[in-house]
Structure formats: structure tokens, C-alpha cells
């Protein structure tokens, strides 16, 4: 088994000025490659499963994440939901063993934005969801999982898509923290998720505007 550190530090920033933007195909979100993101694969809806797998309750969904000292202050993520969308979501954080491992070694609860992506699935709105952590950010060592996971009663669906970098993300099926591959019941993918050292401040804009920038 790996050996693993992670950390949460208590902290005070400001909001950076970097923008969410809109990616190929449509109108959503999309964050250009700065020095500040860690890990970006914005919503594709040409990419996104034909089954998104739950994070409530005892289901979740987690994805690697591996950089040495890395000091997270915002996750923003893709899902869907049949209630309203959250207001909180907990960010989960779990060791690896060439997979997650077993239960959460954090299990933290931030406060939330969502913004209406402007994309549907299955006829209910994509929710664009920003996790804001600079106040108690989470610091890695070594290979995680993280993910999101809503615990206030209600439903929630994460995007996944078929690109995978690393490795595949995976599920829970069931109670207990047993963690099976994508691939074993859906297919291989990834989680749509923005990973940043920075808090960012959201703002639609248009794929068209984004190209005109470059």
C-alpha cells in the first residue's frame, strides 16, 4: 500500500479573477491551462455517458488525482439532480491502493454555487457546481481520489465522460466503501471535474468569445 499524506490547512484569499469559460459544441464551462489548475476536464456533452453514476447516500463517485504537495482550494464539478441543486456538497478524499481505498480519510462539507450549464441530460438541467475551499483547503502528498458526494437527503448524479488520463474513476455499488471501476458497469471514464490551488469566480460566456480570445 502506498503511504499517503493529506492535510486540511485553515486559510484566507481573496478570489482570483480567472473564469470559468465555455467549451467545443456549446455554450458551458471550460478553464484554460494556467499554472494554477491541477486537473481540468470540462463537460463535453458530446463525451458524457449515456448513464451517470450516483453520489448520495452510500453511492459515491471518486477520481485519481496525483501531484506531490498539491494544495487544493477549489473542485468544481458537473452533476444532475431531480431536487433543487445543493447549497453544500462534501468533498471525499480517499487513499490509494492502485484504487481507492476503503472509506473516506476526509469527508468534508464546503459550501457550494451552482450555475445552470445550459445543458440538459435525460431532460433535467446540468448543474455547473463550485466548491469554494480557500477557507480550509486540502493539501496531498501522494495519489488520491477525490469526489463529490451531497448528504443532505437528495440526489445527485456527477457527469462522467469517456476520456480517461490515469486512471478510470470509480464507483460504490453499495454500502461500505467498496470501490469498483466504471468499466465493470458503465464504461470507462472519467469525472468531470476543474481541480484548482486558486478560488475562482464563474462568468458564461460563449465558445465563440473563447476562440476570438486566441
Not at 501522494?142 to 470509480?170: F, I, K
Request: contains cysteine; glycine residues 8%; hydrophobic residues 40%.
Amino acid at each position: 500500500m502506498k503511504l499517503f499524506v493529506v492535510l486540511v490547512a485553515v486559510a484566507c484569499i481573496a478570489s482570483a479573477s480567472d473564469t470559468l469559460r465555455g467549451e467545443p459544441g456549446g455554450v458551458g464551462y471550460a478553464l484554460p491551462a494556467t499554472d494554477a489548475v491541477y486537473d481540468s476536464y470540462a463537460y463535453n456533452a458530446d463525451e458524457v455517458f449515456s448513464t451517470i453514476p450516483a453520489s448520495f447516500g452510500d453511492y459515491a463517485v471518486v477520481d485519481d488525482f496525483g501531484y506531490t504537495e498539491a494544495y487544493i482550494r477549489s473542485y468544481t464539478c458537473w452533476a444532475v439532480t431531480t431536487a433543487s441543486p445543493p447549497t453544500e456538497l462534501e468533498l471525499l478524499v480517499i487513499a490509494d491502493d492502485s484504487g481507492p481505498e476503503g472509506a473516506p480519510i476526509l469527508q468534508t462539507t464546503y459550501p457550494c454555487a451552482a450555475w445552470n450549464s445550459g445543458f440538459t441530460f435525460a431532460g433535467y438541467t446540468v448543474w455547473v457546481t463550485h466548491l469554494d475551499m480557500s477557507m480550509e483547503p486540502v493539501t496531498t502528498y501522494d495519489t488520491v481520489w477525490l469526489g463529490t458526494h451531497r448528504n443532505d437527503g437528495s440526489n445527485w448524479y456527477p457527469a462522467c465522460g469517456t476520456t480517461v488520463n490515469g486512471m478510470e474513476a470509480y464507483r460504490t455499488t453499495s454500502a461500505g466503501w467498496n470501490w469498483t471501476p466504471l468499466s465493470s458497469s458503465i464504461q470507462a471514464g472519467d469525472l468531470f471535474k476543474i481541480v484548482r490551488d486558486q478560488p475562482v469566480a464563474l462568468e458564461r460566456i460563449t465558445w465563440a468569445e473563447i476562440k476570438n480570445g486566441f
